[in-house]
């Protein structure tokens, strides 16, 4: 129910740096209410989690870009960032953000069928 967009994406090449942001509106609503997921999906490969900021306030990182991504939230700005280093060929894919009100959890973050609003996707290229 919450509708959200997704912005940032471009061809960048390797090693370099892009900043992804979601913002979100709808009903009324506090984005801190909301656990919000970062997902990616390469061509004939399956969407894969990224990063997760819960609802909880843990935070989750897939462990292939942990140390290269971080997630951070301004909740003023109804805005969630998902800021990547560093960047490799194997990082190319449509990256959507997504949210829930359900709070995500170690087990579960990662799952996108617990996730009800998605962004329509902004495509990250990195190639030399």
């Known amino acids: 129910q919450l509708q959200l967009v997704e912005s940032g994406g471009s061809l960048v090449e390797p090693g370099g740096s892009l900043r992804l942001s979601c913002t979100a509106a709808g009903p009324p609503f506090t984005l801190e209410s909301y656990s919000i997921g970062w997902f990616r999906q390469a061509p004939g490969k399956e969407r894969e989690g990224v990063s997760c900021?819960?609802?909880?306030?843990?935070?989750f990182y897939r462990d292939p870009v942990a140390g290269r991504v971080t997630i951070s939230r301004d909740n003023a700005r109804n805005t969630v960032y998902l800021q990547m280093n560093n960047l490799k060929p194997e990082d190319t894919a449509v990256y959507f953000c997504?949210?829930?009100?359900?709070?995500?959890?170690?087990?579960?973050?990662?799952?996108?069928?617990?996730?009800?609003?998605w962004g329509p996707g902004t495509q990250v290229t990195v190639s030399s």
């Open positions: 900021f819960s609802s909880t306030h843990s935070i």
């Open positions: 997504a949210a829930d009100t359900a709070p995500m959890y170690a087990t579960n973050w990662f799952r996108s069928e617990n996730f009800r609003s």
